[in-house]
């Protein structure tokens, strides 16, 4: 059965600096990777997602995430954080068949000016 | 287009009553879940579906009892509701075909359901 990890359960940037969380999953075959953000009191909206093929993925808002298959993560980055991006983002893994689709617990992202 | 709709949007219901959550996607998916989302530990899938009449357990299935009688329902049934229960509960959406055609998960806004 797949599971993911995300290690920081908080992270504070600065406005304008550059931003990666860290996600890493446990899966026996090439997985979907998903990244998920979700601002307070607010649904959940992707942001980007890996099937297969070029392992750098670009999503919307300005993000983007490689997979790392020696690495088994997916981590997720920005290069100038902006103040909107405040929110908390959630990894998820899914498989090819069965496709049962678990999340991490989540990163919640602070910005500071 | 809709997409998934869950219904009620909030609800307070008293220790040992029981409910049901009501989620409906007019996309046309076969997968469907739900989730529960508590602070700290993200969201944590109760039961999902691979197509009408098939359902599975998820990581944390106890309390909870599902159905899959169309492709665009997937009623979530909570007996004997317990304070443990108090949680955003999240139903989703998706496409799978063998590996060959698929989709991310589309949520609905989510049912706020406090037992006291």
């Known amino acids: 059965a797949q599971s993911v990890t995300q290690p920081d359960i908080h992270i504070t940037v600065s406005e304008g600096a550059s931003l990666e969380l860290r996600c890493n999953y446990s899966?026996?075959?090439?997985?979907?990777l998903f990244w998920y953000v979700q601002s307070p009191g607010q649904g959940l909206q992707l942001l980007l997602k890996?099937?297969?093929?070029?392992?750098l993925v670009q999503g919307i808002k300005g993000f983007e995430a490689e997979f790392k298959r020696s690495q088994s993560s997916f981590n997720l980055r920005k290069p100038s954080v902006h103040w909107s991006d405040a929110a908390e983002y959630f990894c998820?893994?899914?498989?090819?068949?069965?496709?049962?689709?678990?999340f991490g617990a989540g990163t919640i992202l602070r910005v500071k000016s | 287009n809709a997409g998934v709709t869950q219904t009620p949007k909030f609800r307070i219901l008293k220790i040992g009553q029981s409910m049901t959550l009501q989620c409906t996607q007019d996309?046309?998916?076969?997968?469907m879940y739900w989730y529960r989302q508590d602070p700290g530990m993200g969201l944590k899938l109760i039961y999902y579906?691979?197509?009408?009449?098939?359902?599975d357990k998820g990581e944390v299935p106890n309390g909870y009892n599902v159905s899959r009688s169309t492709t665009e329902d997937f009623p979530l049934r909570l007996e004997l509701a317990a304070p443990s229960q108090t949680s955003v509960y999240l139903c989703?959406?998706?496409?799978?075909?063998?590996?060959?055609?698929?989709?991310?998960?589309?949520f609905g806004q989510g049912t706020r359901l406090t037992v006291v």
């Open positions: 998820a893994v899914g498989a090819p068949y069965g496709n049962k689709l678990v």
């Open positions: 989703a959406s998706s496409y799978a075909a063998g590996g060959e055609g698929y989709t991310e998960a589309f």
């Open positions: 899966y026996g075959a090439t997985p979907y």
């Open positions: 890996y099937f297969s093929g070029d392992t």
């Open positions: 579906s691979v197509g009408a009449g098939i359902t």
């Open positions: 996309m046309n998916h076969n997968y």
